[in-house]
């Protein structure tokens, strides 16, 4: 079946770029996405791209889609202490039309000063 | 405000009891979504309802139950027969065409 596979720790000094990675294994996903989830909080939707774009910019954040690969990516740039949280990799299911997602385990992003 | 409530915050459960989440949506969507978030892992999708008065289960739906008889509310039972209930549970929304939105989450406990 599907899977979304991440790595669960990641850390970086203040002022550092971040890179979070995420393999994923449906190659007929449509969409990939990427959430920030702070302690106790739902999950933000900060980013997604669409399977046919390589490559997608958004202020501080890059995702880079490698699309042969199933891997994707998640750049953040001059990293900040408000940045820590539990980032979250998704794929839409990309046989159906239901909108359902499947989530990587979440990489905690630990940013010290 | 348009946005996804999840109420209440905190919830505790005795054995052998019923308890309901709420999730409300004043987006206009039409797709919800409960998911069950454990230390550790991802979300794992308990029921999901494309539309009013239809819903269908998603991974792990054994000991839930959901109704949909409004386009805004989709609560979710946590019945007695879920025997591991303790989770943090959140609920999502999503447009045509569109990304899943998220509500703030109950944490369930047990008493």
């Known amino acids: 079946g599907e899977d979304v596979e991440q790595s669960l720790f990641l850390s970086v000094r203040e002022g550092d770029s971040s890179v979070i990675n995420c393999t994923y294994t449906?190659?007929?996903?449509?969409?990939l996405y990427w959430y920030k989830q702070e302690p106790g909080a739902g999950l933000q939707l900060l980013t997604y791209?669409?399977?046919?774009?390589d490559m997608k910019q958004d202020q501080r954040l890059t995702v880079l889609l490698n699309k042969k690969d199933k891997h994707l990516s998640l750049r953040i740039a001059d990293t900040q202490t408000g940045d820590s949280a539990i980032y979250f990799c998704?794929?839409?299911?990309?046989?159906?039309?239901?909108?359902?997602?499947?989530f990587g385990q979440g990489t905690t992003l630990q940013v010290k000063p | 405000d348009g946005g996804i409530t999840q109420s209440p915050k905190y919830l505790f459960r005795k054995e052998g009891q019923n308890v309901t989440l709420s999730c409300e949506q004043n987006?206009?969507?039409?797709?919800m979504y409960w998911y069950r978030q454990d230390p550790g892992q991802g979300l794992r999708l308990i029921y999901y309802?494309?539309?009013?008065?239809?819903?269908q289960k998603g991974d792990i739906a054994e000991g839930y139950s959901v109704s949909r008889e409004k386009k805004e509310s989709f609560p979710l039972t946590v019945t007695s027969a879920q025997k591991n209930p303790t989770a943090f549970y959140l609920c999502?929304?999503?447009?045509?065409?569109?990304?899943?939105?998220f509500g703030d989450g109950t944490r369930l406990s047990i008493l």
């Open positions: 987006l206009n969507h039409d797709a």
């Open positions: 449906d190659s007929s996903s449509t969409y």
């Open positions: 999502a929304s999503r447009g045509e065409g569109q990304p899943q939105h």
């Open positions: 791209i669409f399977s046919n774009m």
């Open positions: 309802s494309q539309i009013v008065n239809d819903f």
């Open positions: 998704a794929e839409s299911h990309g046989s159906s039309n239901t909108g359902k997602l499947i």
